[in-house]
């Protein structure tokens, strides 16, 4: 008797929850989607429970690129003739952005410059450019598809960032990767600043991922980051880190900024920029 | 059915409004893979004359236009400023488009998931083989139909029984299910840098990601005139014949009522425009 119970009574629960999922999902959906027609996207914006939906809706297309795409997968790479002249800088482009000795520095080819690679590694190294410039280096031309809907084509320098973690060792408890940054976010906005940025290990140990020190055949110019940025080529050009002075080897989400993951999540941006 | 037509209609006002919230930020379209960031093939953007005063342009193949007031210079909450599209028809109204992304993501969802309920729903269903399939015989009569003044195009069609769609409606309606909405799609789905990695042959197919993002904005205009001239269809044809609170009633509810059915108004299957069961046949 017991057991026929709980087999039927599941069954109603079933349907009626199905059924009342149903009508409020429906109603939800009419009443967000008449409030947001008859002006009340903003206040809908800015409410923190629909925030959060817009959040979980981030994490959701996360998860279906990566369950859904080859994470081997390269960007496609162009030819000589398909690069673009000017290049487009994004981000901080000048000195403004930049601490005052920077640009002294970048005069003398960053000779005292260097990469710091810590966190959960077996050898913490210490880089110079020199030391950068030794190793197996990778050449590709790609697409950069700026956030704001542009696309500008260029050809990359720099060792694999896989090259240089299989170099320093990674703990198996390592999950992601932060990049440090010299640029500042301008003093206005929130005092000083730096940029920082951070990406996961599926894309950290990709094949194109690589640390740039020379674009389009010559030292990186100081408005893309000199002396040497990330590229993250399946991923939007804001998570292309610039002016890079440390990476931090991580075994949990960093939780610096405002702990979104970097600079531009932290102004609402997605974290994975793969859309 | 009658689900997916009204979630589709809000889905695609909130595609289109935090569509060109995230054109703002770059309100400039090019063709092939790169932004030549000189010749593009519209530009909206502001400047100011030899007296200072502001005014918005808006350039397309390089023919500019004084667009003050609408397109490059607007005013958001009462103060005038330099926006390509203006406050109210962005989502949000002021420039962020973060949050603007957030929602066409989001948005985007819905408007693919009813896509596909409905062109499953339909196949499944014989939606498209009986009731938007043209019929051999049909193909000549494209001109009378567009020929013919609108206040003589009977909602009843073929049948005195129940309203079928004309050719022009099963020709308009086919473009719209199977090649309209899937390119909007698609040319949305190739702008991601992960599928366009992972699938090449998506951006190929549009020419390059800067066609594509062209492509993706010409569409959605082709959508919001296919609704415009949609509706404006429904409300004519309800005025001029079975009333208008007839055929809005059964854009949203599935039921039309057939005129002139002595024994209800109400109780004959609907057909095409209005896809369902008659009133008559309501479950309790």
Sequence with gaps: MRKRATRVVPGVGRRRFLASGAASGAGLLFTGGAAALFGGCDRLSAAPSFRELLQRTEAL???????????????????????????????????????????????????????????????????????????????????????????????????????????????????????????????????????????????????????AYEMNGAPLPLAHGAPLRLRVERQLGYKMAKFLTAIEVTDRFPTVGRGRGGTWEDDGYEWYAGI | ???????????????????????????????????????PILSISNSFTAEGRP????????????????????????????????????????????????????????????????????LAGGHFGRDLLPRSGEWRHVGRVLATPLSHQTVEGSSPEAPRYNIVQKLAYLGLTLILAPLTVMTGLALSPAIGAAAPWLIAMFGGRQSARTL???????????????????????????????????????WYAVPGNAASDVSRPVAPATAGRAIGELEP
């Design chain 2, 55 to 122: 005014v918005g342009i808006t350039t397309i193949f390089g023919v500019a236009f004084q667009t003050s007031g609408v397109l490059g210079w607007s005013r958001l909450n009462g103060r005038p400023g330099p926006r390509a599209f203006p406050g109210w028809i962005t989502i949000p109204s002021i420039q962020d488009l973060a949050t603007g992304r957030l929602w066409h993501f989001l948005v985007a969802w819905l408007f693919a998931l009813t896509g596909v309920v409905y062109l499953g729903y339909s």
């Design chain 2, 216 to 254: 993706h904005f010409a569409l959605t205009w082709l959508l919001l005139l296919f609704v415009i001239v949609h509706v404006a269809m429904v409300v004519l044809t309800g005025i001029l014949g079975g009333g208008l609170i007839n055929g809005v009633r059964s854009m949203i509810t599935g």
């Design chain 1, 61 to 211: 297309n996360q998860r279906v690129h990566r369950t859904l795409l080859w994470r081997g997968a390269l960007a496609r790479e162009y030819a000589e003739s398909d690069v673009s002249t000017p290049f487009r800088p994004n981000g901080s482009k000048d000195a403004s952005s930049l601490p005052p000795d920077y640009p002294a520095r970048a005069a003398g080819g960053f000779a005292d410059w260097h990469l710091e690679v810590t966190g959960p590694v077996l050898r913490p190294t210490r880089y110079s450019l020199a030391d950068l410039r030794q190793l197996p280096a990778r050449t590709q031309i790609t697409r950069h598809d700026c956030v704001e809907g542009w696309s500008c084509i260029g050809r990359w320098t720099g060792p694999q960032l896989s090259t240089v973690l299989s170099h320093v060792g990674l703990h198996p408890d390592a999950r992601f990767i932060v990049f440090r940054c010299a640029d500042e976010r301008p003093r206005w906005v929130r005092g000083v600043n730096r940029y920082y940025e951070s990406i996961d290990l599926v894309d950290a140990l990709h094949a194109q991922t690589i640390l």
């Design chain 2, 1 to 39: 059915m009658r689900a997916t037509h009204v979630l589709n209609a809000i889905a695609l006002a909130l595609l289109l409004m935090s569509g060109l919230q995230i054109f703002n930020a770059h309100p400039a379209l090019y063709w092939g893979e790169r932004s030549d960031f000189e010749r």
